[in-house]
């Protein structure tokens, strides 16, 4: 069954480094998203990108933050000088469309912790 | 604006015994309900979803919801648990932009032997 795929599942950084989180979205589908979950928390949408541009975002993704499809495949996270606060497990997910009872298929997620 | 209140942080259930983890949301138009599932070390796993056709529906591994409107609840169950359910489940609500999904806080479930 093709599936989202993300790597690294796990990276450890220092604060202020930079982190790029890199996802690979099912074959045939046209959105991607990045979602997060702080530990004990909701999970929450970051943004979502549709024909090599951002279609929305929430008030999370500020300038810190940046994605980038940067071939047929990847679709990646950027997290500029990163703050302890950033540390959360971040899901990359993928739909075929938008709309009423679209699913969204969500990959492994990638565990950020920023020391 | 919707939301998803989801009433059990933690479910504890003997193996072989019904599982029910409860789910209400709000919206202000008719939604689209799903339920994912996540395991240890796993991402998030569609189970089921709702959009508007038959009320009850019928998801893998023996899950299936029922949308009332009326009770503005999508709870979740099933006949016999399994050990291999163990895992944390996700209410979900979602309007026309799929940007507008919504999860709920999460519902640990425990299966005992």
């Known amino acids: 069954e093709p599936e989202v795929t993300q790597t690294p599942s796990h990276q450890v950084t220092q604060m202020g480094q930079e982190v790029i989180l890199r996802c690979v979205p099912i074959?045939?589908?046209?959105?991607f998203y990045w979602y997060r979950q702080i530990l004990g928390q909701k999970v929450e949408f970051l943004v979502s990108?549709?024909?090599?541009?951002?279609?929305?975002k929430s008030e999370i993704f500020d300038d810190q933050f940046s994605v980038e499809r940067p071939d047929g495949s990847n679709f990646t996270l950027k997290i500029r000088s990163t703050k302890l606060e950033d540390s959360a497990m971040y899901f990359c997910?993928?739909?075929?469309?938008?709309?009423?009872?679209?699913?969204?298929?969500f990959g492994e997620g990638s565990w950020l912790t920023v020391v | 604006a919707q939301s998803v209140t989801q009433l059990d942080s933690h479910v504890s259930v003997s193996e072989g015994t019904p599982v029910l983890l409860r789910c209400n949301y709000s919206?202000?138009?008719?939604?689209?309900l799903f339920w994912y599932v996540q395991h240890p070390n796993k991402g998030l796993q569609l189970l089921l979803k709702?959009?508007?056709?038959?009320?009850l529906v019928k998801g893998i591994n023996g899950f299936e919801a029922e949308f009332k409107k009326s009770e503005t609840s999508f709870h979740l169950t099933k006949p016999s648990a399994h050990m291999s359910d163990a895992a944390e489940y996700f209410c979900?609500?979602?309007?026309?932009?799929?940007?507008?999904?919504?999860f709920g806080a999460g519902t640990r479930l425990t299966v005992k032997p």
């Open positions: 919206s202000s138009y008719s939604p689209s």
């Open positions: 990108f549709y024909n090599n541009e951002i279609s929305e």
């Open positions: 709702y959009t508007s056709a038959a009320t």
């Open positions: 979900v609500v979602s309007g026309y932009n799929n940007n507008d999904m919504r």
């Open positions: 997910a993928s739909s075929e469309a938008r709309g009423l009872g679209n699913t969204i298929y």
């Open positions: 074959s045939n589908h046209l959105y």
